[in-house]
């Protein structure tokens, strides 16, 4: 089932996107889908959300990150074993994963525009399949950690390439900017899935192809990225878990090709949907 969490009128609310519109459970039960999570309520949703009608269109909602107040954003690095030789600098498969954090604030909705910020022109795109917990768990064995996962969304994980190399050992600045990434559409409940190890993500620019990759190339596989954090991090319902992006991005092009007001940017993975988001310069400035 299809989860979202949207605005109507000026109204944020949520509910399950269906083939013929919106069902507004924010407006029958109140709360919203962070909350639910937190509950562990989402089962018992799906079952009231069946058979209902559709309240709204869907041309008729704006999309908001499916998740408003994630505890933590945890973005994994040079996932893909063809992005990591990509880099061209002759080192080995890493023994662990790459990790850097985000803010909710850096991230807009399916079909809200990415900004630009004034502060730079080197705005990338990287297209990436994302877990949301579902269930609390530390030290998560591999072997139970998809038990801990609520379902799978979409990021466009939005990177300024020249604020990455601001620090020594961070990437933080670069990948922090206001909307400069997106998620979304929705949150597909985990129920939808039977194998993760052979979905596909592809990142297309005004309709050209830049990023395709399986999941079956994945250094890390998703069961191990939910055991490795839950080492150290308390994973939390509605904590977000980006798994990485191909190989592609618009640095490793030559000259680059970086993101411009009035390009266009679709992240595709089968079975979750399209994510897109057009590009303007930053409009508070």
Known sequence: MRFLTFSLNDRPSWGVATDNGVIDLGARF???LHQVLKDQAL???M?????LDADVDLADIGYLPPISTPEKIACIGVNYANRNA?????SAE???PSLFMRTIDSFTGHGEPLWRPPESEQLDYEGEIVMVIGKSGHRIPEAEAMGHV???TIMNEGTLRDWVRHAKFNVTQGKNFVHSGSLGP???SADEFNDYGTMTVTTRVNGEQRQHDTTANLMFPFPYLISYLSTFYILKPGDIISTGTPLGAGARFDPPKYLVPGDVVEVEVPGIGVLTNGVIDDPTV
């Open 30 to 32: 109140g709360s919203d």
């Open 86 to 90: 990509e880099y061209k600098d002759n």
């Open 43 to 45: 089962e018992s949703m």
């Open 47 to 51: 079952e009231r959300a069946a058979g």
């Open 186 to 188: 929705w949150l597909v």
């Open 94 to 96: 890493p023994e662990w």
């Open 150 to 152: 609520a379902g799978l």
